[in-house]
């Protein structure tokens, strides 16, 4: 096992063997929770915490990755069942709802350990089936209730758009759609188990792609609007909800990022290329789990068409004479760059298959990316990183420090970045949402699954 192969399968805490050993200064106690209180146990993931904990010389780092590796399951998912088939509603931690895009990225970790363990395979199959009812609620929603009858427990319940019963919140993001797509493909590739992809399943697939095609907006601005009574502007969404304008160039409209934030223009670039690479997985899995050669060819249709828009509409010079992928755009030859620490991000196309590691293009937008041109990017006394407007400025999240580690073959810089997670979880033995640059002791949600 190498070392990439050691950052996919287990984290980037993982690749801990490239950091040198130092003595423990303390005994580093588990910081999980009694096993009578954990919500589900996998033995496939106990045994991978077990090999890959003694392959890290570190002890600190050790004991951070025993924590945090399997902290989804040991306080996140809620198994059941529905009609006899199973669910799995998986929060995000210290928010009890479920984020289409957080529980598929929470899951996705584990998902080459699913051909090993029955159980674990249950509560993939039942996310994948809870993610397909979700979507068939509403397709433009980011985050559901667990039960589909109740009204949205959080402050989203007096937003000025379409609230229906079982929504937690409703910012139309195109990477909510996109992550359920990979997640499947992930776990079909892995298991090559057909049963999470019903009838039920496929109603919720086409409903996403049919959000997609309405998302173009050739025919109009589509039935999606959303305003929100609050001070911050990337709360809300300007000419009566839509967003600002943009020329219908066949790239797809994203009102919200992945950080739940809004967009500027309306184009968001690392969404729109997720979004390809997603309903060609979409079109693998519909025929080969399916054998729906329809709708699979549906959605390599519109996979191309937006990677043609793409190419035409998404990229920006880099002020060096070269090009790089813009972070937004409108269509009409206005582009924003920056990047934001939340995946789909231009540092993320990567890793979410959405660009090659090798690509030129991809290299220069990360390296730019990763430097004083993108205005999140945060340098300090405790780390290097990117954060976003979410959490205000001078914040690093921990997701940007593992993705730049993920895109570099250079051992020092996967050392660097590794240092910078260890010393920067304020003694919890936890990664958090974000912390201040050059105080890690200030940080946000202690409880980030």
């Known amino acids: 096992m190498n070392r990439r192969d050691i950052i996919a399968g287990a984290g980037a805490l993982a690749v801990a063997a490239a950091v040198p050993a130092r003595a423990a200064t303390a005994a580093y106690g588990s910081k999980r929770p009694p096993i009578s209180a954990r919500r589900f146990t996998s033995k496939a993931v106990e045994a991978e915490i077990r090999a890959v904990k003694a392959r890290i010389a570190d002890p600190e780092l050790a004991w ?66 809870r993610q397909a009812r979700c979507i068939l609620i509403d397709s433009y929603a980011n ?6 009858t109740a009204r949205s427990s959080l402050g989203a319940v007096s937003d000025k758009t379409e ?39 496929a109603q919720g697939m086409a409903r996403a792609v049919a959000t997609f095609r309405e998302q173009q907006r050739k025919e109009g601005p589509g039935p999606y609007h959303f305003q929100r009574v609050d001070p911050s502007p990337t709360e809300t969404l300007m000419l009566g909800g839509y967003g600002a304008p943009t020329r219908k ?12 934030d809004a967009t500027v223009l309306p184009f968001l ?14 079109a693998q899995v519909q025929q080969e789990a399916r054998g729906d050669t ?13 990677e043609a828009a793409l190419v035409a509409h998404g990229r920006m010079p880099d002020g060096q004479g070269g090009t790089v992928w813009a972070y937004e755009a409108d269509g009409f030859g206005n582009a924003l760059f920056m990047d934001d620490a939340n995946v789909p991000s231009l540092c993320g196309l990567a890793l979410l298959g959405a660009a090659d590691r090798a690509d ?26 990117i954060g976003g407007p979410h959490v205000g400025l001078d914040m690093i999240w921990p997701m940007s420090i593992m ?19 260890k010393t920067t979880h304020a003694g919890t033995g936890f990664m958090h949402e974000s912390f201040h640059k050059d105080d890690p002791a200030k940080f946000t949600r202690p409880w980030f699954a």
């Open 163 to 201: 609230m229906k019963p079982g929504v937690a919140e409703r910012k139309w993001e195109i990477d909510s759609l996109c992550y359920p797509m990979r997640l499947a493909h992930s776990y079909w590739t892995a298991t090559r188990d057909t049963a999470p992809f019903d009838a039920l399943w």
């Open 294 to 306: 329809a709708a699979a060819r549906d959605c390599l249709a519109l996979a191309a068409e937006v």
């Open 269 to 282: 670039i690392p969404s729109n290329l997720f979004a390809v690479s997603a309903l060609r997985m979409l």
């Open 143 to 148: 985050a559901f209730m667990e039960d589909p």
């Open 64 to 129: 951070m990755f025993e924590n945090c590796y399997p902290n989804t399951l040991d306080t996140t998912v809620k198994l059941s069942s529905i009609d006899g088939k199973p669910d799995a509603f998986v929060i995000t931690g210290d928010i009890d709802a479920l984020w289409l895009r957080d529980s598929s990225a929470q899951m996705q970790t584990y998902v080459h350990l699913a051909p090993r363990d029955a159980d674990l395979r249950r509560v993939f199959h039942g996310l994948i089936q």
């Open 360 to 385: 030129p293009l991809f290299r220069r937008t990360a390296a730019l990316a990763w430097s004083p041109r993108n205005p999140f990017f945060f340098e300090g006394s405790a780390a290097q990183g």
């Open 403 to 421: 993705v730049h580690a993920r895109n570099s073959d250079d051992d020092a810089v996967v050392r660097q970045c590794l240092r910078w997670l």
């Open 249 to 260: 160039v066949g790239l797809i409209h994203s009102m919200f990022r992945p950080s739940d």
